[in-house]
């Protein structure tokens, strides 16, 4: 009996011993969709034998729901500046030793100050890109509909008489109550971070004089709808509308998709990879995120997805329309109207939550 006991502790220690090795060959990625080249992944797994699970998700608060109920599960997650911002408040994210990062050093310095604003000394958190909030458009459609009016501007989507007249051949938004709001305060001349509920409610009936000229409201969709021309204009993510143009050009169908930051300025955002304090595979998130920010990677993310890489080693490696391209490396003069969105307060969020269910559900 007792060599029977003997037996079965050391399978036992050998099963928990295989299960632990199991583990460490495995890692599992939750990021936004169509956010990375399709080959990485494999490219991953065949330099380090470690196996991925990648899930994605297309907004911010779809990640903040899943993180904040603990044991995700997940070992590596990209959350914007702002939720990260306030993630990290919570407990959520573990600290980053840079130094287990052997191109860390890789990183744009100037673009790693900004990012502190949300993560003071970049604690938490590895950028992974970054761009703008603007408008893609059907460059055909517009014209046909409001002649040689200029298109830099907000008003296509927030003056009711211009919307209307585009109704009829979509105008999309992001499902992002955080950023289309900040954007539509910064229109009407408030601050864009500003908590105040008779700020929000200027906001809030900007959006709503528009309600019935907007199709839906959706944070990922748009892409195909511009690229197919079944929607004329889409306030969106600038590498996702990008992305359209690309892919309507691929197409053929006659079909010209333009992206623009409007004049009145927008919201610039930094996408940025963390580890998640109960994560199951730390080292392996580190080995993937230090993958990432190899110069050619990098540059391979970059060159799909139409979003700049803060990754200044990765500059030789980037496609000329790209690195070229004002939509994705804007001007220093555009630049200068661009503004970062700050983390929100709990009790805010829920006022503004409120507000964006009012104006999706024309209330």
């Not at 979509?170 to 509920?197: F, H, R, T, W």
């Not at 990677?297 to 139409?306: D, F």
Request: net charge negative.
């Amino acid at each position: 009996m007792l060599k029977l006991s003997a037996l079965m502790a050391s399978v036992c220690a050998l099963t928990a011993a295989s299960s632990a090795l199991a583990a460490d060959k495995e890692l599992n990625i939750y990021n936004w969709s169509d956010y990375i080249y399709p080959e990485a992944v494999a490219e991953f797994e065949q330099k380090t034998g470690i196996k991925v699970n990648y899930d994605v998700y297309d907004s911010n608060e779809v990640l903040e729901a899943k993180l904040m109920t603990g044991s995700s599960g997940y070992d590596l997650v990209v959350p914007t500046g702002a939720f990260l911002e306030r993630q990290i408040q919570a407990g959520i994210y573990a600290t980053i030793d840079s130094s287990k990062l052997s191109n860390y050093g890789n990183l744009d310095k100037t673009l790693l100050e900004k990012v502190a604003r949300h993560d003071a000394g970049n604690a938490h958190s590895v950028p992974w890109a970054w761009g703008t909030i603007g408008l893609g458009y059907n460059v055909e459609m517009i014209k046909a509909r409001l002649g040689e009016m200029p298109v830099d501007t907000l008003d296509l989507i927030f003056d009711p008489k211009i919307s209307a007249k585009l109704k009829d051949c979509g105008i999309g938004l992001l499902d992002s109550p955080a950023e289309v709001m900040s954007i539509a305060l910064n229109y009407v001349g408030l601050d864009p971070n500003s908590e105040s509920k008779s700020d929000l409610g200027k906001a809030e009936a900007l959006m709503k004089a528009n309600r019935d000229n907007y199709r839906y409201f959706h944070s990922s969709q748009y892409i195909s709808d511009l690229a197919n021309g079944e929607i004329c204009v889409a306030l969106g993510y600038n590498g996702d509308i990008l992305q359209s143009q690309s892919r309507a050009e691929e197409a053929g169908q006659g079909v010209e998709v333009a992206y623009v930051i409007p004049k009145e300025g927008t919201l610039v955002w930094f996408d940025l990879m963390a580890i998640p304090a109960d994560a199951p595979n730390k080292d392996a998130a580190y080995q993937f995120i230090n993958f990432v920010l190899e110069p050619k990677t990098a540059a391979g993310i970059s060159n799909y997805v139409y979003y700049a890489v803060p990754n200044t080693a990765a500059e030789p490696f980037l496609n000329e329309d790209v690195i070229s391209n004002p939509g994705i490396y804007p001007s220093t003069a555009v630049k200068a109207k661009l503004f970062t969105q700050q983390a929100h307060t709990a009790k805010f969020d829920r006022v503004l939550n409120r507000a964006w269910s009012n104006v999706k559900t024309g209330r």
